[in-house]
Every structure is written in structure tokens, then in C-alpha cells.
């Protein structure tokens, strides 16, 4: 073929070019050691790439954010149950030093003042947040627990479900003791009828007290209206019979007044205390019932207005309806709300924990609280009568014989309050120990369930951990060069060049005139 | 006997030859570096022989330089302009395909599609862990935007290259008409010279450099007849004619050349709703006729630039012309309305016509104001389409029997993945993804305040400021004998929502409380409820929104569509530049000026001319010896 200088020209500029694009090439990869440059360099690779961050970009938010939320937020719980269940053994403690015999007033004053004090703790960790967010009210995380502050105008009703074993019996006084307070008084002495005299009956105790008189509450036992429901048992001389139960709404001071008599198919209502009296046939009878039906429930629904400090919120532990604004009522419903966080692929884990009725701080620790707090009460100002009886023995107003006899009723009287008292409490610490424990246990349990899900979640940020390095190591093998590699390729490449430029120099060096 | 002073005729005609020669090399030398030039050569022939009276009868007269002509051999010019349309054509696709790739890039350097998408899910997951934190809300609202916006930056950089092919397609348009009207001026000059014989050696190789350059834009056949006149056909005339066409339609004849000219396409004439304004069609100046620049059989740089501008992979709108009605139109008139059965689009996201515009049955141009997608499901589940269109005038009877049961179509199947391809592939994607998304906050989705929401993500009304009201553009439904029927009008509001006009709601990012972040019924369950973002979370990876694929796979679809087509594309410029090449080669192997060939010529004629001269020496000698020194 006939071949021209131009042609060699042409041909030299072809192939410097050819290996210029090498050398640009390589020089490139050099810089950022990328294999491709833009997709179409290699689409393959270009959209295996675009996968391998998309993963990529979800790992790191389960590694770099969720991951560390959650275990904050378990952190915390775990540290108010600790805090919590520390509180309940000190309860309990108190208990036990209660329950040995010999106490003077001094230490049960302490007593008291140490109860109030860890009811107050107790629900307060109960309010505890992780940055601005309550960790035990479920959903509602913008609200406290309890009541920060006393709170007037606040109407609910409340929705509250028992069962037979929340019929237990309590012992009522009668005639709490008054001091004489003139000669005449204190010459007279106290009739035996005017004497502390005990009565004990079945009852239920509601979750609050202070409760709203003027709304009577619907009861239902099993679905069945409570008021006018039938019921059998056995009466005092042993006969069986047949009646209907009645409900019906009493004030506390009216009840002590009728020296707390309740017929034996009465029900009764006291607002004041919260709480639900039995007659002894209308208890008998339940207890036949759920001996027989093992889903025996009774259902009650009262109103309450007006919450103390330190009270549950009642949308946090029942059904409830929100009635302060009357024409726009809020219902509430309680269910499991759960916050789970997604830590892994399709993982979730539940972060938190939600107290309850049926979990943790129950509003029967509060009430037993408080039921001992009455018991010590009663018990220092029964001890205080003594002490006050026993010192007007020892004066000289009182020396004659009439005030001397007076008085010793007077004596009789106190002590038999005082014993009265003295035995409640005694047998009030000792069925605590037991309440106690089972609180702490049930919230020993509720921290042993934070901590394995704690070990679940360090586990799964292990998992992460390795998964996002390896991630970023198959991001770097699917685009990335070895170094050495492209080394050895970019020299080859300049070396090429090299030769192109100088075969290009040889050839377009000489033509025929240099030798003519 | 010859004439005494014969051999100086004879000398002397060889020295004027080898003149002659030796200019043509010189000639060559001086152009060994012109393009396009064809190395001339002087055809020698022996001077006609004279009778002479003498015993040997005749003898030969010298020589003498019939012509000059020149190297070049038509099949490779024919080769080389055939593969050199081809070659721009990729060439070009591939310039411009490594534009577009660049706008989904999505790696290490460049934020895309990806990265914002999976961003805007992490705010969401954020704001799960803790709905009711204005921070969280806030900032995903933003990640939010930070998408819509991504959206709008690509379409707005593939309008604006549209808007750019469309004014190279204007600029190449008066580049051929312009080398038309040089061909044709050439042609005429070429003729004059050769009719009195000779070759016009140099204008016919700067016609060839003008067809070279041509041949690049358009495929172009080239014929060159001699002219034959009718009265005497064996006698050479010397002119030819010289035809140029384009894909069969003629160019330049001879002395005459027709022109191309841009017509811009009006605003009710757009093929896809993403187009820019104005885009142009090519058509011939005297005939009106439409230049088809991306039929199959075209190729060069202009079909290229067509391709990309206006290809859309065959996703528009066709189907079948089945039923006519006349209506009373609202201005006044009467007007048709035709229902298309069969139609290619059945989804509302693949809405790929104007709310008003062409439709062409069988080749007849319609206009029309308002169409309507007609969805019927029967009780089994399957579903029919058709579309009815409002034209704006009443249809002639002649036509309505002619086109009845023919294709009609709103655009034309350009079949190249063109600018509109992924304007249109981006609008299914968000109207699919905006709207699985919409219907679960509508559903009963309530933000903080336990107030029902609007939709999140809207179509803003960019003409008149605002958002379009997306209750009063809503499909109507019906049910007649378990047939459900659904009309979309064409104003539906997912017909108007494009990758221009998406955005977020300005409701939620003035008050970022207002997004919805609960169903109703959890609300009352308090303010970390967060049921209704769990749902939304799925449109990410488990809900199918666009070609069978979730959301996050969406840009993987469009690079691989883009990445595997440049990497064609570049494929096939490479083969075509090395047949380029090769034919190169064999161009330059023929017509290439070589230094050494023109070098050893040199010595030729200068040898030749220095015998011719001392023949003339020689000859004059003897002439002196005759005249002077004989005789006398």
C-alpha cells in the first residue's frame, strides 16, 4: 500500500493520543483511586455501588443514632427502677423495725416522718425523664406520672377492675377516745358503751380516695348490675338465704356515727376513704362465686374531682374520660404502648417501660403506704392519751377518790385504744414485709427485663459494629484500586507514551531531500 | 521530410511539459499539509504524430500535457461519507449522555438521589424515636424539601440542554443550508471551467471538503452524471450534474439547492408536558414537507441531536381512534369528542400528554382543549382504559369514515432514551411515590394538635404563585351494575404534579406542628404515638412505586438505563472511529501528498528538463553548424 509521510504523521498523533489517554487515565486513578469516573465507565459496578450505600447509610443510622438513643433511654429506666426498688426495702425495713414490740414514741414519730418522705420519693422517680421525656407513661412522654402540684378543677371518670382477691377485710373503731376536758367529764368516767369498740369488715379499696359524693358509681359483677343483684348465703345462725344487694353512698362520718353498721346484703360507697364496704353476705357470696368462676370480675365506675400531689394521673393507669371541659369529654384507654426503636434491619426493640397497676409503682403501694402512715398515727396519739391519762392521775386536781375512779375508767378506756391501736399496727407491719417484698419483686423483675434487653441491644451493636465495617470494606473493593496496582499501570502507560514520542520524532525526521 | 527546426518544436515541447510538471509537483509540495487536497498529477501523452513525407511514414511530435488530474478514487469518499454520519451521530449522543449521566451522579463527590432519599428516611426515623420534638420535625421537613429540590435542579439542567440541543439544532440547520448553497455555487463554477475542458481540480476538492463536513451532520448520497447532450451523445461535454440528497429528499441539484428551516413547535403542539418551549422541527423551505430527522434509515449528528432531545423510549400516548360524538364546546360551537380504546399509558402516573395540545390520527392533526382517563373496574378485579379527547373543532365527516379504527397517537415513538424519557420516568416515580404517600396521611393521619392534615407533598402552581387545591382536582367515581368507572379529568391534580412543580406543603413549613405525625385513633394515646410514621417509613423499601421496584431503588433504575446506554453509545463511536480510521487511511494511501514520491519526482522532471534544455542546446548547435558553417 502507498504510503504517505502525512499518513505516518496521522498515524503518530493517532497513537500519542492513544497512549495520552492512558497516562490521563492512570493519573486520575491515582488521585482518588476510584476505578470508575462516571457509571458508564462500568454500570455494573456504578450501581452495585449505589446498594452498597444505601445500606451503608442505614447501618450508620442504626449504629450512630438509634443504637446510642436506646441505650440512653434504657439507662435510665434502669437507674430510677434501681433508685425504686432501694426505696421500696427501705419501706420494708421500716417495717421490719416496726413490727418488734418495743417502740417509744419518739421512734415512731421517726416512722412516720420516714414513710411520708419515701411515698413522696417513690412516685417521684416515677416521673423521672430522659431529655424532657417521661420514660414511664408510655406514649405520653410531654406529662408527669403524678401530679406535681394540687390540682382543683380536674374531673375524671375513672373505670377500675377488681378481682376476689381485692376483697380483703379491715378492722374499724369505733369511739375514737376524747380527753375530759372539765372536772364533770372527768368524775363521770366513760360508759362501756362509749368505748373503742372494733368492727371488722369486707372491702374493697379503690385506687384513689377523696372521690366525687355527689355521682354515684356504677357496679357491675360479671356484667350484672350490682345494685338489686341476687345473692346466697349464710346468715349468722347458720341458715341459708336468699336476698338482693343494694348499693348505696354513705359518708364516712355518717358510717363511724352508725358505729360502721352494714346490714348483710348492703353495699356501701364511702367517698371519702375510696372505699367499697361489703355486708357480710354480699361478700360471702362473691367468694362462692369466684370460688366456682375463676373469671370472676367486678367492675366500677366513679368520679373523682380534684387530685392531691403526688396522685397517679388516672389516663396513665385505667379507662378513663376527662370530663373537666364537659362539652369536648377525652377518653382515655388503657393498652401497652410500647416505643420501639428500629436497631437493625426489621429489628425492633421496646425502649421502654410503663408503669402500671399491673407493673410497677400500682397505686396500692401508695394506699398501703398511707394505711400504715394512719395506723402509726392512731397509734402515737392512743400512746399519747395514755401518757396524758396517766399524768392527770399524778395531779393534785385530780387526787380525790371520784376523779381517782373517774380517771381510772378514763385509764381503762385509753388502754384498751391503745392496744387496739398498738395490735393494728404490729399486724399492719407484719402483712407489709410481705406487700413489701412482693412490690420490690415485681419491680426487681420489671429490671431484670430492661437489663436483658439491654444485652439484646449490645449484641445487635456488635452485629452493627461488623456489619458496617464490612459494608465499607465491600464498598472499597467494589471501587476503590490498589494503590501499587495502579502504580505499576501508570508507569507501563508513561512508558508507552514515551516510546510513542520518540518513534514519533524518529519517523517524521528525515525525507528524500536530506539526501539528494 | 519533417521541418528542419521540427526537433525544436519537439524539444520544446518538452521543456514547456516538464514545466508544467514541475509546477504540478511544486504544486503538491506547497499542499502536502492542505486538507482535503488530492495530490495532482500531469497526464503526459505523445503530441499527435505528423504524416511526414519520408520513408518512415510519421513521426511523433513530442509530448504534451492533456490534463491535470487528480488522485482520488470516488468509493472511498463514498465509504468515507457514509461511515462519517454514523460516526457523528454516536459521537455526539456520546458528548451529550455524559452531560445527563453527570446529573444522576450520586457517589463519594456528588450528593444525588440516593444519598437525599435515605437522608429524608433518617429524618423520619429521628422524628419516629421522637415525634413531638419541634427540632426533629423541623429538620424533616427540610430533608423533605432538600428532595423536592434535588428534583427540580435535574429537570430544570435537562430542560436547559434541551433548550441548548435545540439551539445547536438551529445552529447546524444553517451550517447545511449554507454548504447547500456553496455546493451549488461550486457546482456552477465547476461546470464553466471543465466545459472548455480541463479539470477544476481544486473546487472539486473543496466541494469534497464540503461534503466531508456535511456528511457529519446528515447522510448524504452523492451522484455526479455526465451531461449528455441529446443530439450528439458521444460527444464529452465536459459538465456534469451533481445531485445531493438526503435521506432520498434532494438537496442541492445541480445549480439549485433547497433550504431546511427550523419551525418551532407552539405551545399547544408540545409532544411531551416536560418539554421546553419552542423546540424546533426541521422542514423543507419550498415544500413545507417535515424533514423526519429519527426515522430509522437517518443518521449524523442531526438525528443524534433529535434523538436526545426528543426520544422517549416509546412510553407516549397511542391507541385506538374508536368513537366520535359531537358536543356543544362552552364558548359556544360545536365541537368532537373522540374516545382512544386500547391506549398505551394505563397508570395516571404516565401521563405523558399536555393538559392541552396535537393529537394525530393516522398523520391528520387534531387539536385538542381536555381529555379524560376513563378507568373501569369490573367486580373481578380487571381493569379497562380509554381516554375521551374534547377537540377544539368538529371533525369533517370525510375524515371521521377515513380515520375511524386508526392509531392515533400525542407525539411521535421516538425510540432513544432520550431527555424526555427521563423527564417522564422521574414524573411516574414521584407521582407514584407523593401519592402512596399522601393517601396515608389523608387517611387519618392528625399532627400534634389532633387536627386533620392536608397532603404533604404538593404541586405548587408556579404560573400563578400558590399551591393547586388538591380537593376540587380529584377523580370522580361511580358504580353502575359492579362496574366501577373513574374518570381522571385533566386537570387531576397528579397530572399536573411534574418534577417541576413538586414541593412541600407550605402549610407544614410555616408551623412544622401541623405535619401529621398520628392516625386518630392513637392520638389520644399521646404524643410519642407514632403509628402513622411506622406506615410512612415503608414507602422507603417495602412499598412498590415505581417499574416493580421501592422507592430507594428508583435511581438505581434511571443510572443503569443511563450508564448502560452511554457505555453503548461509546462502544459503537469507537468502532466507527476505527473504520474512520481505516478508511482515512486508504483516502490519504490514494490522494496523500508523500515527500519522498513528490522528492524522487522532483529529480525526474528536473533531470528531464535538464535533457530537454540540452536538446535545445544540442539542437541550436546543429542548427549553427547547418546555417552558418555549411555551405557558404
Known amino acids: 500500500m502507498r504510503v504517505t509521510n502525512s499518513m505516518i504523521t496521522e498515524h503518530s498523533k493517532v497513537n500519542i493520543n492513544g497512549t495520552k489517554e492512558l497516562v490521563d487515565k492512570y493519573n486520575t486513578q491515582m488521585t482518588d483511586q476510584k476505578k470508575i469516573n462516571k457509571p458508564s465507565d462500568d454500570p455494573v459496578v456504578a450501581i452495585r455501588s449505589l446498594r452498597l450505600r444505601n445500606t451503608l447509610s442505614e447501618v450508620n443510622q442504626y449504629y450512630e443514632k438509634n443504637i446510642p438513643d436506646a441505650e440512653s433511654w434504657l439507662d435510665v429506666t434502669e437507674t430510677a427502677l434501681k433508685n425504686m426498688s432501694q426505696i421500696v426495702k427501705d419501706v420494708y425495713t421500716q417495717c421490719v423495725n416496726g413490727s418488734n414490740d418495743t417502740l417509744t414514741a419518739e421512734d415512731r414519730n421517726i416512722i412516720l416522718k420516714n414513710l411520708t418522705a419515701l411515698k413522696n420519693q417513690l412516685y417521684a422517680e416515677g416521673n423521672a425523664d430522659y431529655a424532657g421525656r417521661t420514660i414511664f407513661t408510655g406514649y405520653k412522654t410531654n406529662q408527669s406520672l403524678t401530679y406535681s402540684e394540687p390540682n382543683t378543677s380536674d374531673r375524671y371518670s375513672i373505670q377500675q377492675q377488681f378481682d376476689i382477691n381485692d376483697v380483703t377485710s379491715k378492722n374499724y373503731f369505733t369511739d375514737v377516745l376524747k380527753l375530759p376536758t372539765n372536772d364533770a367529764q372527768v368524775q363521770g368516767g366513760i360508759a362501756i358503751a362509749d368505748e373503742m369498740k372494733q368492727v371488722t369488715c369486707d372491702r374493697i379499696r379503690i385506687a384513689y380516695e377523696g372521690l366525687d359524693s355527689g355521682v354515684a358509681p356504677t357496679i357491675t359483677v360479671n356484667g350484672a348490675t350490682l345494685d338489686g343483684m341476687p345473692i346466697t348465703y349464710q346468715d349468722s345462725t347458720g341458715t341459708t338465704v336468699t336476698g338482693t344487694a343494694t348499693v348505696a353512698t354513705m359518708s364516712y362520718a355518717n358510717w363511724y356515727a352508725a358505729d360502721f353498721a352494714i346490714a348483710d346484703n348492703q353495699v356501701l360507697f364511702i367517698p371519702e376513704t375510696g372505699e367499697l364496704v361489703l355486708g357480710k353476705g354480699v361478700s360471702q357470696s362473691m367468694k362462692a362465686d369466684a370460688k366456682t368462676n375463676p373469671d370472676w370480675k367486678m367492675n366500677m365506675e366513679y368520679q373523682k374531682k380534684g387530685f392531691e400531689k403526688g396522685d397517679v394521673r388516672p389516663e396513665m393507669y385505667f379507662n378513663c374520660t376527662n370530663l373537666t371541659d364537659i362539652a369536648h369529654p377525652v377518653t382515655y384507654t388503657r393498652q401497652n404502648q410500647n416505643i420501639e426503636y428500629l436497631v437493625s434491619e426489621n429489628q425492633l426493640l421496646k425502649v421502654n417501660t410503663q408503669a402500671g397497676e399491673d407493673g410497677i409503682l400500682s397505686t396500692a403501694i401508695g394506699r398501703d403506704i398511707d394505711e400504715l402512715k394512719e395506723a402509726v398515727s392512731a397509734a402515737i396519739a392512743a400512746n399519747d392519751k395514755v401518757d396524758k391519762i396517766k399524768e392527770m392521775m399524778l395531779q393534785t386536781k385530780y387526787a380525790d377518790d371520784v376523779s381517782q375512779a373517774g380517771l381510772k375508767k378514763w385509764l381503762e378506756a385509753a388502754n384498751k385504744e391503745k392496744a387496739f391501736a398498738d395490735d393494728t399496727m404490729q399486724k399492719l407491719y407484719g402483712s407489709g414485709q410481705t406487700g413489701f417484698q412482693n412490690y420490690q419483686k415485681s419491680i426487681d423483675l420489671e429490671t431484670t427485663d430492661v437489663g436483658s434487653r439491654d444485652d439484646r441491644l449490645k449484641l445487635t451493636k456488635n452485629r452493627m459494629q461488623t456489619q458496617q465495617s464490612t459494608i465499607k470494606k465491600l464498598i472499597s473493593d467494589n471501587e476503590n484500586r490498589n494503590q501499587s496496582d495502579i502504580l505499576i499501570d501508570y508507569k507501563s502507560a508513561y512508558t508507552a507514551y514515551e516510546s510513542a514520542l520518540t518513534a514519533a520524532s524518529k519517523a517524521n525526521s528525515m525525507t528524500l531531500l536530506d539526501y539528494l | ?632
Open chain 2, 1 to 632: 521530410m519533417a521541418s528542419t527546426f521540427f526537433g525544436l518544436t519537439i524539444a520544446s515541447s518538452g521543456l514547456s511539459t516538464f514545466q508544467t510538471a514541475i509546477n504540478t509537483t511544486a504544486n503538491n509540495i506547497s499542499n502536502v499539509d492542505t486538507e482535503g487536497y488530492s495530490r495532482q498529477e500531469a497526464i503526459k501523452t505523445a503530441a499527435e504524430a505528423i504524416r511526414v513525407n519520408a520513408k518512415y511514414g510519421s513521426t511523433g511530435t513530442g509530448v504534451e500535457v492533456t490534463a491535470i488530474s487528480q488522485m482520488r478514487d470516488l468509493y472511498y469518499d463514498l465509504k468515507y461519507w457514509g461511515n462519517s454520519s454514523r460516526l457523528g451521530e454516536f459521537q455526539t449522543k456520546s458528548y451529550y449522555l455524559n452531560q445527563i449521566e453527570t446529573y444522576f451522579q450520586d457517589d463519594d463527590k456528588v450528593t444525588g438521589f440516593s444519598k437525599i432519599f435515605s437522608g429524608m428516611f433518617d429524618s423520619l426515623e429521628e422524628l419516629k424515636k421522637n415525634p413531638s420534638s419541634l427540632d426533629n420535625r423541623n429538620s424533616y421537613i427540610s430533608s423533605a424539601l432538600t428532595l423536592t429540590d434535588y428534583f427540580h435542579s435535574v429537570s430544570n439542567q435537562l430542560t436547559s440542554l434541551q433548550e441548548d440541543i435545540n439551539q445547536v439544532i438551529s445552529t447546524k440547520t444553517a451550517m447545511i443550508n449554507g454548504t447547500a448553497q456553496k455546493i451549488a455555487t461550486l457546482n456552477k463554477q465547476i461546470n464553466l471551467i471543465e466545459q472548455k475542458g480541463g479539470k477544476a481540480n481544486e473546487l472539486r476538492d473543496e466541494r469534497a471538503v464540503l461534503i466531508d463536513d456535511l456528511s457529519k451532520l446528515i447522510p448524504v448520497e452523492v451522484k455526479e452524471e455526465e451531461v449528455v447532450n441529446s443530439n450528439y451523445p458521444d460527444r464529452y461535454t465536459g459538465m456534469t450534474t451533481y445531485t445531493v440528497k438526503i435521506n432520498g429528499q434532494t438537496l442541492v441539484n445541480s445549480y439549485e439547492y433547497n433550504e431546511l428551516e427550523c419551525i418551532p413547535r407552539g405551545k399547544d403542539e408540545k409532544i411531551n408536558v416536560s418539554d421546553a418551549d419552542g423546540l424546533y422541527d426541521l422542514y423543507w423551505k419550498n415544500t413545507s414537507m417535515k424533514l423526519e430527522t429519527t426515522a430509522g434509515t437517518m443518521s449524523g449528528e442531526m438525528k443524534a441531536l433529535f434523538n436526545l432531545r426528543d426520544g422517549n423510549n416509546s412510553t407516549f400516548f397511542s391507541g385506538e381512534f374508536n368513537k366520535i360524538e359531537n358536543y356543544i364546546k362552552a364558548g359556544g360551537g360545536v365541537a368532537s369528542q373522540i374516545t382512544i380504546m386500547d391506549p398505551t399509558i394505563t397508570s395516571p402516573s404516565q401521563i405523558t400528554m399536555p393538559p392541552y395540545g396535537t393529537i394525530t390520527i393516522k398523520n391528520v392533526d387534531f387539536k385538542y382543549d381536555s381529555y379524560q382517563m376513563i378507568e373501569q373496574s369490573d367486580a373481578a378485579g380487571n381493569k379497562t382504559y380509554s381516554f375521551q379527547f374534547q377537540l377544539s373543532d368538529k371533525m369533517e365527516d370525510g375524515n371521521v369514515s377515513k380515520l375511524m379504527n386508526q392509531k392515533a397517537a400525542v407525539g411521535t415513538d421516538v425510540d432513544f432514551m432520550g431527555i424526555p424519557y427521563y423527564q417522564t420516568q422521574m414524573n411516574e416515580f414521584i407521582r407514584n411515590f407523593t401519592k402512596t404517600y399522601n393517601d396515608l396521611i389523608l387517611k387519618d393521619g392528625v399532627d400534634l394538635n389532633g387536627q386533620q392534615t392536608g397532603v404533604f407533598f404538593v404541586t405548587d402552581d408556579l404560573a400563578n404563585g400558590g399551591e393547586y387545591d388538591y380537593n376540587s382536582k380529584q377523580y370522580t367515581e361511580s358504580i353502575t351494575a359492579g362496574v366501577t368507572t373513574r374518570v381522571y379529568n385533566s386537570d387531576y391534580y397528579y397530572f399536573h404534579m411534574n418534577v417541576q412543580n413538586i414541593s412541600v406543603t407550605d402549610e407544614v413549613i410555616k408551623d412544622p406542628r401541623k405535619l401529621a405525625t398520628s392516625t386518630k385513633n392513637e392520638f389520644t394515646n399521646g404524643v410519642s404515638a407514632n403509628d402513622l410514621l411506622k406506615k410512612l417509613s415503608e414507602t422507603k423499601d417495602k412499598t412498590i412505586v415505581f417499574r416493580g421496584g421501592v422507592g430507594e431503588d428508583f435511581l438505581q433504575c434511571l443510572l443503569s438505563d443511563v450508564a448502560v446506554d452511554t457505555q453503548k453509545v461509546k462502544i459503537f463511536e469507537d468502532n466507527y472511529k476505527n473504520l474512520s480510521k481505516a478508511i482515512t487511511n486508504q483516502r490519504m494511501s490514494i490522494s496523500g501528498v508523500d515527500n519522498d514520491d513528490e522528492a524522487l519526482t522532483l529529480v525526474k522532471y528536473q533531470n528531464a528538463y535538464k535533457l530537454s534544455s540540452k536538446l535545445v542546446s544540442v539542437l541550436a548547435e546543429m542548427y549553427d553548424r547547418l546555417i552558418l558553417q555549411t555551405g557558404v
